[in-house]
């Protein structure tokens, strides 16, 4: 063995060029195959970083790319015809007009109708209402979400899906194939046994799908029947609701946005769901993009329209409304994130908002639960604040993610400011077009903005601007 082993470093030593050559090649032909074919659409520094990866350290280069390489797959979909703006909008509202024309374009559903919205106060609020929709199903619930907390929280509502399912409620339960590891609660058996149906999405260690390692399902949504949905940015742990009253160290719980409503909406819901749950166990599903669609003759004041995005979706549909929102607004824009590292083009429609007049305010936690993320946020904040944009900080950690525009359009949903969320992650943001709700999203939002300081501009020195870019173009890009 030994021998085997000197004879291959020795061959290696002698022959290291002639490898490094066919390693470059190969991973240059790898790379652009791959990004011809599955249209990849990358943004050029991350472009540019793949390629000088691979051009000076493909031994590296290579297997990283090939584990997180893969922004779009391919994923089959009920055929859509292209098709128009079927509701009637308002000349005095460009932003919606532009959203639903966009919306048509990309395939996302007709918006639809909703009532009972119920923005949830704080964690306990949502709490109640997540009790009230698992409890109040009589026929099926559909579970998605990122992550359950091994904490008093998770296990509360663990146990009502339980106790939902022996009473004959048929119970299904998709969580992301590698936050079920983070969350703590992995024993899927004592669910199964409960009569709970559990899958996980794409699990990075079994799974043959391409990209997962890193293509992530962030949507959190809870739904009743089909007719009644909850959702938002929470997970099922304890530190997005009310913390976990049994933790050696209390820490007080995250800030975070959720709500929730009844009606055609909930049904495009399940429709989504539908569809993730078939891509997770690897069967074709029948339910396409106009579950829960109205007639525009049906339509009432009251609309709203599920805004799904991600790798099976040709276009980054999230990203694309929110550009378009910064140029068609008119009065304000006002956004909460927990991480705001945008890239470029939405960074640049943001300023380019503020400099032309428009009141652009942005909430953000002043740390985060993630260090890098807040390290390699300051570029794009002084950049904002040189553009007049107000950033406010918030002495907790706040999860909530939400962009409202004037008083046209309100995006509240499980979507974060920066690259994964638009560019990797699974997402769902739900686009309200009425203005009460609108309203009563930026009451929510003013309150939150109330306990905030406001963001100081400081001048970086050369080692800090190096560090961030180099983070920036590194990480945050590929």
């Known amino acids: 063995m030994e021998s085997v082993i000197a004879l291959v470093t020795n061959f290696i030593l002698e022959n290291w060029q002639a490898l490094d050559l066919a390693l470059v090649t190969l991973g ?34 290579l297997p990283l790319y090939l584990a997180f390489g893969t922004r779009k797959v391919m994923v089959s979909r009920p055929r859509q015809e292209a098709r128009s703006v079927s509701i009637t909008v308002a ?17 996302l559903p007709d918006p ?40 008093a929280l998770g296990g509360e509502i663990l146990k009502l899906l339980k106790q939902r399912a022996r009473a004959g409620v048929r119970v299904r339960l998709l969580i992301d194939g590698v936050g079920i590891y983070l969350g703590g609660y992995h024993n899927l058996r004592k669910l199964a046994n409960a009569g709970i149906e559990v899958v996980r999405f794409v699990p990075p260690f079994s799974s043959s799908k391409r990209g997962r390692t890193n293509l992530r399902n962030h949507r959190k949504m809870v739904i009743a029947d089909g007719k009644r949905l909850w959702c938002g940015g929470r997970n099922l742990a304890a530190e997005y609701f009310e913390g976990d009253p049994k933790a050696i160290l209390r820490r007080a719980p995250w800030i975070d946005l959720s709500f929730d409503l009844s009606g055609d909406l909930a049904a495009q819901a399940y429709g989504q769901f539908e569809r993730d749950w078939a891509f997770a166990i690897e069967k074709e599903t029948s339910v396409g993009i106009d579950a829960g669609r109205q007639s525009a003759a049906e339509a009432t004041p009251a609309l709203a329209q599920l805004v799904d995005s991600g ?11 929110l550009v378009s929102a910064c140029f068609t607004s008119r009065q304000r824009i006002l956004a909460v994130t927990p991480y705001f590292v945008p890239d470029a083009a939405l960074l640049t ?17 002043e740390r985060s639960n993630h260090k890098l993320a807040d390290f390699a946020r300051h570029r794009a904040l002084r950049d904002m604040i040189t553009a007049g944009a107000r950033v406010w900080l918030h002495p907790r950690m706040v999860h909530a993610k939400a962009v409202l525009v004037d008083d046209e ?13 638009l560019f990797l992650n699974y997402e769902m943001m739900i686009a309200f077009y009425d203005r009460p709700a609108v309203a009563d999203f930026a009451r929510w939002l003013e309150s939150l903005r109330q306990d ?20 920036l173009w590194l990480a945050f890009q590929l």
């Not at 790798?311 to 409304?321: E, G, K, N, S, V």
């Not at 428009?358 to 936690?365: A, G, H, K, Q, Y």
């Open 349 to 365: 429609a943001l300023t380019l908002a503020a400099r032309r007049g428009i009141e652009v305010d942005l909430i953000m936690p």
């Open 409 to 421: 359009l309100a995006l509240a949903g499980s979507a974060n400011l920066d690259g994964r969320s």
């Open 311 to 321: 790798p099976d979706r040709p276009d980054d549909t999230i990203f694309t409304l």
């Open 112 to 151: 639809v109708s909703y009532a009972d919205l119920n923005i949830h106060a704080d964690g306990a609020d949502a709490l109640n209402a997540l009790r009230r929709v698992i409890s109040g199903a009589t026929a099926s619930i559909e579970v998605s979400t990122f992550l359950i907390g091994r904490d």
């Open 452 to 471: 905030c300081q406001p963001y100081l501009y400081r001048r970086p020195g050369r080692m800090r601007e190096v560090a961030e870019g180099l983070l």
């Open 28 to 61: 240059l032909v790898v790379y652009v195959g791959a990004s011809r074919t599955l249209n990849q659409r990358r943004h050029p520094s991350a472009a540019i970083a793949w390629v000088l990866g691979l051009l000076l350290i493909p031994f590296i280069a």
């Open 91 to 107: 000349a005095d509202c460009p932003t919606t007009l532009r959203s639903l024309q966009l919306g048509a374009a990309m395939g």
